[in-house]
């Protein structure tokens, strides 16, 4: 049973950055994809970035593409998510997931999460 558990979210103002981290534990990390949602008060939990086994394939949503930055580093067991740029809208609790096999945008086919890391962009 593989245990995800995220770091890094905050508080910060407009414009800045922040880095989020996901620990792996308990399962094989560099054999599954991984994913970032996040979910914003009311709203449905929604695909952010994910990236395969080997960091060769990544993948974005509009909303943040060309601002945030999916990363891996298999030795340490830890899914990376660079956040630049941000906006209020950004606003949500972000989640790591991990899946077997290929990069997928569908939450519903991630069969790990963690418990999620607050973050708060104020305008």
């Known amino acids: 049973q593989v245990q995800l558990v995220e770091s890094g979210g905050g508080l910060v103002q407009a414009g800045y950055s922040l880095r989020l981290s996901c620990a792996a534990s308990?399962?094989?990390?560099?054999?599954?994809?991984m994913g970032w949602f996040r979910q914003a008060p009311g709203k449905e939990r929604e695909f952010v970035a994910a990236i395969s086994w080997n960091g060769g394939s990544t993948d974005y949503a509009d909303s943040v593409k060309g601002r945030f930055t999916i990363s891996r580093d298999n030795a340490k067991n830890t899914v990376y998510l660079q956040m630049n740029s941000l906006k209020p809208e950004d606003t949500a609790v972000y989640y790591c997931?991990?899946?077997?096999?290929?990069?997928?945008?569908?939450?519903?086919?991630?069969?790990?999460w963690g418990q999620g890391t607050q973050v708060t962009v104020s305008s």
């Open positions: 997931a991990g899946r077997r096999g290929i990069v997928r945008r569908s939450r519903d086919e991630y069969q790990y």
């Open positions: 308990g399962g094989t990390f560099s054999s599954y994809a």
